[in-house]
């Protein structure tokens, strides 16, 4: 009966990792093999692993000491650590009018990929990702097709991306993200480049530090009319299933993945150079086991300009199709509170400051 047998897998796979060790040994082992590669191998491979932070929590200008006018939050401030194994970190600062979002990650990648080709001279054809297993901002379909079109485009002709297991997610970034708030939790930093000063020597190799102003609007590009079902009307693509943690409330099982959710991506091209996607959903599952070849640019939606594809399984889009995302627009009731912020903390500044 398939129902039993579904049973007794379900109670084998909880009895094995109950115990942790499964996520802390193999799965962080796989990742630290893949940066020894990186670091060993950099024309072969370039080892990437990128998580956002939030350090100032009152916001900015930053104060060590709290006074009763640090109740509402001044301009906050998005911080994107980027860690390219065998080289000197990246450290990415977005205003409010930044969402948080695929588009803030895809951007923070693209970046960190061309000061790379910029040192190397030429980018190696495999790309190793690490990033946070978080739905909202990394493991979801905008970033995936992010990464699609990096092969598609011959940028790489294979990416890995990795997820670490829920529970285990503190990686090399969340080192570099504790010395940003070990720095700033001592001192005052009253403008822009005191700020970039402080974060270039919070860590050692000395971080790059750079301000986002603009992010590519990827999201509306592959999804144009923004719904979560990402009809095959208007969308570029077809969406993701299965992709988050299943979170369980019996902390007996609070190690416990479920079966839709992979913790590996591989992306590569078929003999047509057609990109394709299998997953994988741990290091132990055996590598002939990747799952089957999936195609998800088949959707019968228009392409920018009307272009016609000479295959459905091609994106049928081009880097000059990117348009810039439009910024937050900031609530009254949010605009009233940075007021009363800033006017809180004036007497804390110089009138130059």
């Known amino acids: 009966d398939h129902r039993d047998l579904h049973k007794e897998y379900r109670r084998q796979r909880q009895m094995c990792i109950r115990d942790s060790s499964w996520a802390n040994k193999r799965e962080r ?18 080892s990437m692993s990128v998580d956002g932070t939030d350090k100032l929590d009152h916001g900015f200008p930053h104060f060590f000491e709290i006074t009763k006018d640090d109740d509402s939050v001044r301009f906050k401030i998005s911080v994107v650590c980027a860690m390219v194994h065998g080289t000197n970190p990246y450290i990415y600062l977005a205003w409010e009018h930044l969402y948080s979002d695929p588009n803030l990650v895809c951007e923070v990648v693209t970046r960190t990929s061309r000061h790379e080709e910029g040192k190397r001279g030429v980018l190696p054809s495999n790309l190793f990702v690490q990033l946070d297993n978080c739905w909202r901002e990394n493991k979801n379909t905008y970033v995936e097709k992010y990464l699609e079109f990096l092969v598609e485009r011959a940028i790489h002709t294979q ?5 670490l297991p829920k529970g285990h997610t503190h990686f090399d970034c969340d080192q570099l993200a ?18 970039i000063e402080v974060l270039r020597h919070c860590y050692s190799p000395e971080p790059h530090v750079e301000f986002i102003d603009n992010v590519m609007d990827w999201k509306r590009l592959i999804n144009p009319e923004h719904p979560k079902e990402f009809p095959v009307g208007t969308a570029m693509c077809r969406p993701m299933r299965g992709l988050c943690t299943k979170s369980l409330p019996d902390q007996d099982q609070a190690y416990y993945m479920d079966e839709t959710s992979p913790l590996h991506w591989r992306i590569r091209a078929d003999a047509q150079g057609h990109v394709f996607l299998q997953t994988r959903h741990t290091v132990d599952t055996p590598e002939e086991q990747w799952s089957e070849p999936v195609y998800h640019w088949d959707t019968n939606a228009p392409r920018p300009q009307g272009r016609d594809r000479a295959s459905t399984r091609e994106s049928g889009l081009l880097v000059s199709d990117l348009k810039i995302a ?15 912020a800033l006017e809180g903390v004036r007497t804390r500044l110089t009138e130059e400051e």
């Open 29 to 46: 082992g796989h990742y630290k093999f893949k940066r020894i590669i990186a670091i060993e191998e950099p024309a072969r491979a370039i």
């Open 159 to 163: 990416v890995l991306a990795s997820f």
């Open 178 to 195: 504790s010395r940003i708030g070990e720095v700033s939790q001592h001192r005052d930093i009253k403008s822009v480049e005191a700020l």
């Open 326 to 340: 439009p910024y937050r627009v900031l609530k009254d009731r949010r605009i009233g509170e940075l007021k009363s």
